[in-house]
């Protein structure tokens, strides 16, 4: 029996989709708005690709869309970030590549020439790039780059950039700010129970208990939420039902599947984050809940001297690339309980503390009646035995020596006295 749920690639228009209608509405407002340069941003295995090629059953017949990765342009591309967008834009719509020496005279008008070329004759065209990071970002050139983009764009013609990471990776560039944007985030909860349920009906049941465990622990992203069905699939379609002993029977597996996207965040992570991370995923009781406050006193534990202004930040950084979620206040948690799992087995605070100068471990005090057993019977009768001998030496020590008398003295007899 083939295994319904896809985990080796992006989705097409032609597999099961859930999920995401906001974001389509919103885009179609976008463009129906004259919006002609946007931004996707979603961390790594949160369905940009998958997003991007729904948009041709989506959008049409208004809009006719182009799709090209960023990271399979030449290097040069990549470099000068205009020259990228119009190679991507000839590969994308399969016509003659841009001309280098055309180009270098006058870069900004050439490129507006030639996408207006490219556009003639056509049906409004969306063209999407995929496959960038912030980092791809950085260059100072991109900010002259959309700001012409956003001005003088051909009519009939909208870019959409779609960017591994999230808007906080990018915060120091203001100008990124101006331009709409959408941001792919976990599914909803209906959205998680469909993905689930309906890739795999009549093949397979889930009860309500498990689906819950499910959400809870993939956190509604939709690469967990696919690991979790294939597995499950391939353990329990025989049966043809899922419980929550089964999800949990499961655990181990998935977690091995997904590790190569928690190491990769766990390496983006400085070793002040990791440090949190680690304390988190080791709170007893909490799953992973906590304040910087908490954090501390986790650490405490371990002898290891943190303040809570450094917690905070590398918690709101974390938060930032949604490795953390803010459930209110200074309150974090884990945006996926199974990261938490990964955390704790894999990694130790004490192993990250030697890659970090910013935290450091104190050194215990030594006590020396640490581990001797110790007779309190035998203390308090020796206590009370103390006791006495103080109250009989204070009575002997009080008592009056001198003679006292009692009387008038008597009187020397008569016969003596003559």
Known sequence: MRNPYIIDRPLTEDDLFFGREKLFEQLGRYLSNGQRLLLLYGKRRMGKTSFLNQLPLRLSPRWAVAYCSWASLPSEGQRDPLWGLLLGASVALDQAPPVRTHYEKEPLQYALTYLEKLSA?????????????????????????????????????????????????????????????LQLGPLEELDAEELLTITARRKLNYSYEALQRIRQLSGGEPFLLQLFGSALFEARAEAGWVDLPAVEHALPHVMAMAEELFEEEWEASTPAEQLVLCALSTMAGRYGIASPSDVAHQLATLHIQASQEDILQALESLQGREVLERLGGDTFRFSSELQRHWVKEKHNALEVLQRTKQFRRVRPRRNIWRGRRIDWVSLLLWAIAGLLVLAIAFVWQSRKREVIHIGEPTPAPATLQA
């Open 121 to 181: 004759n056509r049906p409004p065209l969306l063209l999407c790039y995929d496959d960038l990071t912030t980092e791809d970002l950085h260059p100072s050139a991109w900010e002259e780059i959309f700001q012409a983009l956003r001005e003088r764009l051909p009519q009939g013609m909208a870019i959409l950039l779609a960017i591994r990471g999230t808007p906080w990776a990018l915060r120091s560039f203001p100008y990124l700010a101006e331009i709409p944007s």
